[in-house]
Nanobody, 116 residues
Framework: QVQLVESGGGLVQAGGSLRLSCAAS????????RGWYRRAPGKTRELVAT????????YADSVKGRFTISRDSAKNTVVYLQMNSLKPEDTAVYYC?????????WGQGTQVLVSS
């Protein structure tokens, strides 16, 4: 089992920055992929960024050049999402995800509100 806890959301003005954190506990050694997803009001959940155990990174086109996913030196414990140049359309609940073999884990989500 893996537990994920997000933090760092909040209210920010357009053009501002936030950093989200996702702390994993439990059987973290089994995690192969970590990622951030978001669900905007009235929309389906979408991928924001992922990072694999080997360090491969993928971003949604909408956040490339503005968001950066990274992890701590212990690799599969804390993953960060640095969000710069935030836009009102980035407003969403952001979820942390971990894939460990055939198991799929999600955090409870953290709200990000970007005011214009």
């Amino acid at each position: 089992q893996v537990q994920l806890v997000e933090s760092g959301g909040g209210l920010v003005q357009a053009g501002g920055s936030l950093r989200l954190s996702c702390a994993a506990s439990g059987s973290t050694f089994r995690i192969n992929v970590r990622g951030w997803y978001r669900r905007a009001p009235g929309k389906t959940r979408e991928l924001v960024a992922t990072i694999t155990r080997g360090g491969s990174i993928n971003y949604a086109d909408s956040v490339k050049g503005r968001f950066t996913i990274s992890r701590d030196s212990a690799k599969n414990t804390v993953v960060y999402l640095q969000m710069n140049s935030l836009k009102p359309e980035d407003t969403a609940v952001y979820y942390c995800r971990a894939l460990a073999g055939a198991s799929d884990y999600w955090g409870q989500g953290t709200q990000v509100l970007v005011s214009s």
